[in-house]
Antibody, heavy 120, light 111 residues
Framework: EVQLVESGGGLVQPGGSLRLSCAAS????????MSWVRQAPGKGLEWVAN????????YYVDSVKGRFTISRDNAKNSLYLQMNSLRAEDTAVYYC?????????????WGQGTLVTVSS | DTVMTQSPLSLPVTPGEPASISCRSS???????????LNWYLQKPGQSPQLLIY???KRASGVPDRFSGSGSGTDFTLKISRVEAEDVGIYYC????????FGQGTKVEIK
């Protein structure tokens, strides 16, 4: 069974940093693009970033470019999101997801999310 | 950037009746391989999103056949042939051709 478990969320002051982790199991992480998606309280879904299977390509939504970094450690079955210079508008539940496109017939799996609150 | 626009944003439905949600993309989602990179996700209350449809018309594993997806290029539709009470939630379309972008979501609720 595919499982994605996020951790690392919490309360942080504006301008602070946080590192999210996503532990993957039930599939071979190195075979899939992985993404982070966020959902602000009461709002819709916003794709944040994704990373290629071997980590050689990364893409970001404009609002986090230069502040967030996605990375992965396939040997540790883990995905990460380093978030720096956090702003109030970054407050959201952050989900990790396996291959959002599911173009290969597998994918589209999400974790349960971890809440990040940016407030003084 | 590719903008995804859904309509309606709110959809009251009667169990047993059909329902339809539209999704329009600001750019074509047709890949050179002939597939349209458009997915539909459902977020049930209090849950993480789940994949319903990928590549515009392919049902994900375990998804009931009352759900169907259609469309090509910039215009797509999700149809539920007979709505059931468990189908309530927010439906999102998402393009996967250029990075990823979600639509605003369509809230489906029982009348």
């Amino acid at each position: 069974e595919v499982q994605l478990v996020e951790s690392g969320g919490g309360l942080v002051q504006p301008g602070g940093s946080l590192r999210l982790s996503c532990a993957a199991s039930g599939f071979t992480l190195s075979s899939y693009w992985m993404s982070w998606v966020r959902q602000a309280p009461g709002k819709g879904l916003e794709w944040v970033a994704n990373i290629k299977q071997d980590g050689s390509e990364e893409y970001y939504v404009d609002s986090v470019k230069g502040r967030f970094t996605i990375s992965r450690d396939n040997a540790k079955n883990s995905l990460y999101l380093q978030m720096n210079s956090l702003r109030a508008e970054d407050t959201a539940v952050y989900y990790c997801a396996r291959d959002l496109s599911a173009a290969g017939g597998e994918g589209g799996n999400w974790g349960q999310g971890t809440l990040v609150t940016v407030s003084s | 950037d590719t903008v995804m626009t859904q309509s309606p944003l709110s959809l009251p439905v009667t169990p047993g009746e059909p329902a339809s949600i539209s999704c329009r993309s600001s750019q074509s989602l047709l890949h050179s391989n002939g597939y349209n990179y458009l997915n539909w996700y459902l977020q049930k209350p209090g849950q993480s999103p789940q994949l319903l449809i990928y590549l515009a018309s392919k049902r994900a594993s375990g998804v009931p056949d009352r759900f169907s997806g259609s469309g090509s290029g910039t215009d797509f539709t999700l149809k539920i042939s007979r709505v059931e009470a468990e189908d309530v939630g927010i439906y999102y379309c998402m393009q996967a051709l250029r990075a990823r972008t979600f639509g605003q979501g369509t809230k489906v609720e029982i009348k």
